[in-house]
């Protein structure tokens, strides 16, 4: 299949300026920028934007609830079924690659492969990995059972039970792995602010993510949390919301890469008490709401490569646009293209991704506007996306 995309201005991935066009691709890669090229089908851009397909880093394709226990207690052939509609909606709006931190399986990238469902390039981690009362643990102060699946998270205590479970991820086709290395929102138990696992237990996790030329990436909120996560070889840090500069230092002489979840706070607090949100994680996600655009600014003045991610549950992804929206304001369109593109595809470390070059993929995004001039052009109005070389 050769396509050429003609008529719009490029957005490369990382370039302050547009360029200008066409792009031509062959067999689902981008082989020519610019000048004359034999195409079987022409996209015409004309007055638009043409820029990489979108990567949502923190992405839930089986995040069908705000409650923990009603997804690990789902009969898996509805979870399918939902998972793969949120994959489809999610490449409806320009997302090509997702990166599923918590939950996945062979299952889903087999499905896509064998067009079986239609979505975006899926990257998973399996189910995260929880300690007894840590985040992912569904269970309430007066419950004494769980979910019996271990869909999206899995409690898994000490050095051995961990690296076993790691080891079982990697054998099934992990990209990478999570863990929970703070209290959260959703979960009704722990402290927002607490650590969660001791030292050697994250260095057995990222010792045996870093044999497998992998890494971990860390739901962590605070800074002691971002700090003991950091310290003991995590490399990706999700939310982060009470970061200070002290800690968005250390991240950056770390490397680490912070990918915040704007999206996720603002619609919980719209929209949480109408769905049923328990009151101590209504009054969590205040606690964590207003200085999750102050953790991207420290993160920035500091140094660290920022992503993006929506880590939204329930109805709430349909607000998966509007993470953009919420991130703009903080850093401008320049930023948040580059995060949602080059940056999160320097996170996965997927070169032929979020870059608009030869010998990359052709996942594009054409929007209907310059988002330079028109920002909202990135979370609303008409959209077309290509996936592989493919119109979808």
Known sequence: MRLSVVNGAVFDGESEELLDGPVHVEDGRIVQLGGEFEADEVLDARGGTVVPGLIDAHFHAYGISLDLLEIESATPSYLAYSGADRLRKALSRGFTTVRDVAGGDP?????????????????????????????????????DFCGCHEFMNEVVDGVDALRHAVRDRFRRGAHAIKIMASGGVVSLTDPIRVPQYSPDEIRAVTEEAARRGSYVAAHAYSPEAIRHAVENGVRSIEHGNLLDAETASLMATSGAFLVPTLAAYDAMDRRGEELGMPAVSREKNREVLESGKHAVELARAAGVPIGFGSDLMGVLEDEQLNGLRLQTEVEGPLAVLRSATSVNAALLRRPDLGRIAVGCAADLLVLDGDPFTDPSVLWAGPRRVVRGGMLV
């Open 107 to 143: 299952g889903i990238p087999r499905a896509l492969a064998e067009g079986l469902i239609s979505g975006p390039r899926y990257l998973y981690t399996g189910p995260a990995l929880s300690q007894t009362g840590g985040h992912g643990d569904p269970r309430g102060t007066d419950s």
